[in-house]
């Protein structure tokens, strides 16, 4: 991994607690013992599609639809609105009920699937967190609302009261989704991708939810903690509190305009070291980058995070990739921006070791930069 500069003092990820080197080591033994149970399918005439092994959905054969799943949670973000409803008087649950179903439909739209349904996940560490109306409301049209932009049918869910498992006084939230490839060659996993294809990025709104963490832990080092301004004259907390871009309304469209990607990562935990999700050996280059959002330039700027830390942990403007033929990238993004979703023909796939080059920034991230497959 190439350091632009050091970081003498200051914050890293796992200060606040989240660690991926611990972490990912779980998620590989979890995709060994998984993978292992894949022919149970075959009881019922279906099977696996094996290449979903290690991608953020799960795929199954069964005969006549290709049915994808994925599981995912929001994390902590749900502290970040806690703290700031004193402050601005909102409950902002509507944008976490959005966080929490990007994080879910984001995922599933990377293999080609159209989302179908989703189900709720909301524990409560007290079953007095339902008492407040508003935020109750709020978390229910917000929850709906994502749903409708997505165009899936919200089946249902579960909100236990999880007392000495969650905190007094706070919620998780978490949701799974289903969806289906149709048709079978929309799926995109391993065997399309290949050097010489564009690299599209799609902007983010800003943290989304991932290095949330870090965040929580640097508003309790500044001075003014979630009221600092930003450059753009924002509160730091509002900022930070913007809903996650809900981006299925973009494969859509580009699969209705005959685009078909060859691959789609959802720059997540990890960052950009996530564009190089895919098992093969290839070199994604990059000859530009999408400007920073202010809130990520001030967590940056105040941890006192390099180019490569930051790059490595946060999206950086860039909350998705889309690679696709070469031919296609001035379509993929004219489509993006014409769902309203800034885009950038930004990088290149090429022959080479495994690696990300963000040549802009004198920042290349390695193989042995990510651990993700068993």
Same mark, same amino acid.
């Given at each position: 991994?190439?350091?632009?500069?050091?970081?003498?003092?200051?914050?890293?990820?796992?200060?606040?607690? @989240?660690?991926?080197?611990?972490?990912?080591?779980?998620?590989?033994?979890?995709?060994?013992?998984?993978?292992?149970?894949?022919?149970?399918?075959?009881?019922?005439?279906?099977?696996?599609?094996?290449?979903?092994?290690?991608?953020?959905?799960?795929?199954?054969?069964?005969?006549?639809?290709?049915?994808?799943?994925?599981?995912?949670?929001?994390?902590?973000?749900?502290?970040?609105?806690?703290?700031?409803?004193?402050?601005?008087?909102?409950?902002?649950?509507?944008?976490?009920?959005?966080?929490?179903?990007?994080?879910?439909?984001?995922?599933?739209?990377?293999?080609?699937?159209?989302?179908?349904? @989703?189900?709720?996940?909301?524990?409560?560490?007290?079953?007095?967190?339902?008492?407040?109306?508003?935020?109750?409301?709020?978390?229910?049209?917000?929850?709906?609302?994502?749903?409708?932009?997505?165009?899936?049918?919200?089946?249902?869910?579960?909100?236990?009261?999880?007392?000495?498992?969650?905190?007094?006084?706070?919620?998780?939230?978490?949701?799974?989704?289903?969806?289906?490839?149709?048709?079978?060659?929309?799926?995109?996993?391993?065997?399309?991708?290949?050097?010489?294809?564009?690299?599209?990025?799609?902007?983010?709104?800003?943290?989304?939810?991932?290095?949330?963490?870090?965040?929580?832990?640097?508003?309790?080092?500044?001075?003014?903690?979630?009221?600092?301004?930003?450059?753009?004259?924002?509160?730091?907390?509002?900022?930070?509190?913007?809903?996650?871009?809900?981006?299925?309304?973009?494969?859509?469209?580009? &699969?209705?305009?005959? @685009?078909?990607?060859?691959?789609?990562?959802?720059?997540?935990?990890?960052?950009?070291?996530?564009?190089?999700?895919?098992?093969?050996?290839?070199?994604?280059?990059?000859?530009?980058?999408?400007? @920073?959002?202010?809130?990520?330039?001030?967590?940056?700027?105040?941890?006192?995070?390099?180019?490569?830390?930051?790059?490595?942990?946060?999206?950086?403007?860039?909350?998705?990739?889309?690679?696709?033929?070469?031919?296609?990238?001035?379509?993929?993004?004219?489509?993006?921006?014409?769902?309203?979703?800034?885009?950038?023909?930004?990088?290149?796939?090429?022959?080479?070791?495994?690696?990300?080059?963000?040549?802009?920034?004198?920042?290349? &991230?390695?193989?042995?930069?990510?651990?993700?497959?068993?």
């Amino acid at each position: 991994m190439t350091q632009q500069n050091t970081r003498p003092h200051g914050l890293a990820y796992k200060d606040a607690g @989240v660690d991926y080197s611990k972490i990912d080591p779980l998620k590989i033994d979890a995709q060994r013992a998984a993978r292992e149970t894949g022919g149970n399918l075959a009881r019922m005439g279906y099977h696996e599609i094996e290449a979903s092994r290690g991608e953020s959905a799960y795929v199954v054969d069964m005969g006549d639809v290709l049915l994808a799943s994925i599981t995912e949670c929001l994390g902590t973000k749900v502290l970040i609105a806690d703290a700031m409803r004193p402050i601005t008087g909102k409950t902002y649950f509507d944008n976490l009920a959005q966080d929490t179903l990007a994080m879910a439909i984001n995922d599933i739209i990377t293999v080609g699937a159209t989302p179908v349904s @989703v189900q709720a996940y909301w524990a409560a560490g007290s079953s007095n967190w339902f008492d407040d109306k508003q935020r109750a409301h709020d978390l229910v049209q917000g929850w709906k609302a994502a749903c409708d932009r997505c165009g899936v049918s919200w089946g249902g869910g579960e909100t236990p009261s999880l007392g000495g498992v969650v905190e007094s006084g706070t919620i998780d939230l978490a949701a799974s989704c289903i969806g289906v490839v149709k048709p079978r060659e929309r799926l995109t996993l391993q065997d399309k991708m290949k050097a010489g294809d564009a690299i599209v990025l799609l902007a983010s709104s800003g943290i989304h939810a991932n290095g949330v963490s870090l965040a929580r832990k640097l508003a309790t080092q500044i001075p003014d903690g979630y009221s600092a301004k930003l450059s753009d004259g924002r509160l730091y907390g509002d900022a930070l509190l913007d809903a996650t871009i809900l981006y299925s309304p973009v494969t859509e469209a580009l &699969f209705a305009a005959g @685009v078909m990607p060859h691959y789609i990562a959802n720059i997540t935990g990890h960052g950009w070291r996530k564009v190089m999700r895919h098992a093969a050996s290839l070199t994604y280059r990059f000859h530009s980058v999408p400007p @920073v959002p202010p809130v990520l330039s001030f967590i940056q700027q105040h941890v006192g995070m390099s180019d490569t830390d930051a790059y490595g942990t946060f999206n950086m403007g860039a909350g998705f990739a889309l690679f696709v033929a070469p031919e296609d990238a001035a379509k993929t993004v004219a489509v993006a921006e014409k769902a309203g979703i800034a885009a950038w023909n930004a990088g290149v796939i090429e022959d080479g070791a495994k690696s990300v080059v963000i040549e802009p920034l004198n920042v290349t &991230f390695t193989d042995a930069d990510m651990h993700l497959r068993a």
